[in-house]
């Protein structure tokens, strides 16, 4: 083992290794849901709880008071090989109750049945009131040095490894929603550094659609679900919502945002991440620089198509967070960049005429470019979704030494609400405690009891000046590493409920972003729009739109007014004239294929040779193979078994980045419209209808297609012309990979695509 890799994932390979084999997991696929294979009968000989899986771990175990305890990850799960109550007595029954008689009333001395069931009516905690729908992962960060002239943050040093946890989210659906939703999404990182727990709570867009946290409970409750009818969920696309953005101009910016493809994220893995807000970094000198925050991902920025995002949120509404934690257990650990755009810290708090306190507006990297200060890599899944996904608490002012707020209204009002809030949902102010929240530094607060207190503090006085406990803890100086607030000027003024005269220009800067995209994109747009005001039931929320959208840009109101089937309006003002910045825009570049999902079609009749060639080239290129058939089980049986990953039944376009044909499979004996509507007239037909349908919506979607050994006659059929861009046919195997692998690193074979604008 190479000595540059992290502990944590150290630890995740020799439980691969112990539990697996070397191999990883079978055939190459994630997804298996246990550490080892069932057996077919209920197994009756006691054993100790089986190991997580080798993609999982735990949060690290220190104590309630930060406090190193060397023991494992699994010091805090489950033990022994026998039921127990929650106080470690063993049981002989947990399917009867406690009965006076087998058919006689339930006594109320069934301490068991009243331990279990009370548990049970407990076991759920408050939602989140926005950023319910999540998924997380564990890692480690590992600082570039780069920093080191601007903050003395220690976790920002030459590599100093730093373990974080991540939580993605989207905003505005419940628990139970669908990931692929056009919505923000949250990029919330836990760094648990030496000097106190940093969080970093951004999202994946840079600006948001208020100015000043006052507002809100505003913009949320215009972007939930309607209260009387509790509908539509996880959406925007309702007239609350466009009611409050198109009378609240301010939000225009963030709107578009959310119209374009970055509102319908690919992968979690394959998102932009921002800190929004400016913050003051603070070095070693005292000197303050103030600087934006970027998370950059390896594998790039990549979006789905609107269409493909319906099917899925139908299909597999966990999209999201099944690449997530399959791509980590296929060991694509995704990683992204933390980088900094930095700005003087002028009494102007301005750059380049750009407010840096306004949160709805952004810098353009052509102006100030993102500087690279660390890397992070995801390398483990949550072996709990409760305890660490759903109870993991952020707060933007956890921060150490060296980082630094600044007077950003927006931001501002975060450092009061987030603490308000966990307080709710997770039962009083002890939830720093909660082992995901534990800081890895020590902890001496003088904080006592409340609800879940799980310290056992000692001494006897906790306050300060004391002389009963020698005077401990004591105040740190800035010399031991205290957290100093930067003392900066506060300007004396009258009191007001005001704004700075900077934030008045609600404009310029979506024109900015509509300028800097390619055709495609704009066409996106103009797309979302058309439907989120389409769907809106007051016509006059559908003509204040329309102002909106002609202040931003002539064509693109024009385009969104016919089809709403609406005049479009003249701009009451003039528009802005800026310069595009290109770094906005998601297309013209060329990505790894890392993680990325290749479907291949195949029956007993196709080229398997090729078949098994593929899988191992994906394999070893670092991709994911799902062979799909007519029917489970394997192919070839009596020579060397083909897993089947996918069945015509159960494999749809959505899931996969490819997808390949191993020749012309015919259609299953379950193609029949009784049993799936997809499968059409019936089996016997030429190609299934569900492969068909698969191949055309990859075709729709602008997806790379393959075929050899006949599976041309398939992409024919399913009305694809094979001489269009990204229909790869003929040859062998592994020509048909080499080529689509190349159209991959573009992640969409945009050429497919005609454009309007």
Request: one cysteine or more; glycine letters at 10%.
């Amino acid at each position: 083992m190479s000595d540059d890799k992290n502990p944590l994932q150290s630890m995740v390979e020799k439980a691969a290794d112990a539990v697996l084999g070397s191999d990883g997991p079978q055939d190459g696929v994630p997804g298996a849901p246990s550490s080892a294979a069932p057996s077919l009968e209920e197994p009756t000989e006691p054993r100790e709880p089986l190991p997580p899986k080798p993609d999982q771990t735990g949060p690290e175990t220190v104590s309630p008071t930060g406090q190193p305890t060397g023991a494992g990850p699994g010091r805090n799960a489950q033990s022994g090989a026998y039921l127990t109550t929650a106080q470690g007595a063993r049981l002989y029954d947990t399917d009867h109750s406690l009965k006076a008689g087998p058919r006689g009333p339930v006594l109320l001395q069934d301490h068991h049945l009243r331990e279990k069931i009370t548990h049970f009516d407990h076991e759920r905690i408050p939602e989140r009131v926005v950023h319910a729908r999540g998924a997380a992962a564990h890692g480690v960060f590992r600082g570039y040095g780069a920093a080191a002239k601007i903050s003395k943050a220690a976790f920002l040093a030459k590599d100093v490894e730093t373990p974080v946890f991540v939580r993605f989210s989207t905003v505005l659906g419940s628990r139970g929603s669908a990931d692929t939703v056009r919505d923000t999404r949250g990029f919330a990182t836990k760094f648990y550094t030496e000097e106190g727990v940093f969080d970093l709570v951004g999202n994946n867009i840079p600006v948001f659609f208020i100015q000043d946290a006052i507002k809100f409970p505003d913009i949320i409750h215009a972007g939930k679900p309607h209260p009387d009818r509790e509908i539509p969920q996880a959406q925007s696309a309702h007239d609350t919502f466009w009611d409050f953005v198109t009378l609240h101009s301010e939000a225009t910016h963030h709107t578009l945002w959310n119209m374009s493809d970055r509102g319908i994220p690919r992968s979690y893995r394959m998102m932009e991440g921002f800190g929004v807000h400016t913050f003051r970094l603070v070095d070693t000198e005292g000197a303050a620089t103030l600087v934006k925050f970027h998370w950059k991902p390896k594998l790039g920025i990549h979006s789905q198509v609107w269409e493909e995002a319906q099917i899925t949120s139908g299909v597999d509404p966990d999209f999201h967070r099944r690449d997530l934690a399959d791509a980590i257990e296929a060991g694509a650990f995704p990683q992204w960049e933390l980088g900094v755009q930095t700005f003087p810290d002028n009494p102007e708090q301005m750059f380049r005429g750009i407010d840096l306190l306004d949160p709805t507006k952004i810098v353009p990297e052509e102006l100030a470019p993102v500087q690279p200060i660390g890397l992070m890599t995801l390398n483990a899944n949550p072996s709990n979704f409760f305890a660490e996904t759903e109870q993991v608490a952020f707060h933007v002012g956890n921060m150490v030494p060296g980082i630094d707020v600044t007077n950003d209204p927006l931001l501002q009002g975060r450092l009061f609400s987030y603490v308000d809030t966990q307080l709710t949902r997770l039962g009083g102010p002890n939830f720093p405690q909660l082992p995901i929240n534990r800081t890895h530094a020590p902890v001496n607060d003088m904080l006592r009891d409340g609800m879940h207190q799980t310290a056992v503090h000692r001494g006897v006085a906790p306050y300060r000046p004391n002389s009963l406990d020698g005077g401990c803890p004591f105040q740190a100086g800035a010399d031991t590493g205290a957290f100093v607030e930067v003392p900066t000027e506060v300007v004396a003024s009258r009191k007001v409920r005001e704004a700075a005269e900077s934030f008045d220009d609600h404009f310029s800067q979506p024109r900015l972003f509509w300028l800097s995209m390619t055709p495609v994109e704009r066409d996106h747009i103009i797309a979302a729009y058309t439907f989120e005001l389409g769907k809106c039931y007051e016509q006059t929320v559908k003509e204040r739109g329309l102002k909106v959208l002609a202040r931003i840009d002539g064509e693109l109101c024009a385009q969104v007014a016919a089809g709403l089937g609406l005049p479009a309006p003249e701009a009451d003002g003039a528009l802005a004239d800026p310069d595009p910045s290109p770094a906005l825009s998601q297309l013209g570049q060329v990505w790894p294929v890392d993680g990325r999902v290749i479907g291949i079609v195949a029956d007993k009749d196709a080229d398997l040779a090729g078949v098994r060639t593929v899988c191992a080239a994906v394999r070893q290129g670092g991709m994911v193979p799902l062979v799909i058939a007519p029917a489970g089980g394997v192919l070839d049986p009596d020579g060397d078994p083909i897993t089947v990953q996918r069945t015509f039944a159960t494999a749809r376009s959505v899931e996969f980045d490819a997808v390949l044909l191993a020749g012309a499979p015919g259609s299953g004996d379950d193609a029949v419209g009784s049993r799936d509507a997809k499968a059409g007239g019936g089996p016997g037909s030429a190609a299934d209808p569900r492969v068909l349908l698969l191949v055309n919506e990859a075709y729709r979607h602008g997806k790379a297609i393959g075929a050899w050994n006949d599976g041309e006659q398939v992409v024919t059929a399913a009305g694809c012309a094979v001489s269009t861009p990204g229909v790869v046919a003929g040859g062998d195997a592994t020509q048909v990979l080499e080529e689509i692998t190349t159209l991959l690193g573009s992640h969409r074979v945009w050429e497919r695509f005609p454009t309007t604008v």
